[in-house]
């Protein structure tokens, strides 16, 4: 059996350095099970910034 795979900022900025195009963005004080309050605003910048008209 082999250990579990210890994920988090360091991982998560790792593929985010290795996919083109991508953006890392930690969210202060949230867990994986993130806010949607917290969440929202992220999602927002990012449909205003992709969407083509």
């Not at 998560?12 to 867990?31: E, F, W």
């Not at 605003?41 to 008209?53: G, K, M, N, Q, T």
Request: aromatic fraction near 6%; avoid cysteine; proline fraction near 11%.
């Amino acid at each position: 059996m082999t250990a579990p795979l210890k994920a988090g900022p360091a991982a998560s900025g790792a593929v985010a350095s290795a996919v083109p195009d991508a953006v890392h963005r930690v969210l202060p004080g949230q867990t994986h099970n993130v806010s949607p309050d917290a969440l929202a605003p992220e999602l927002l910048e990012f449909f205003a910034a992709h969407w083509e008209s």
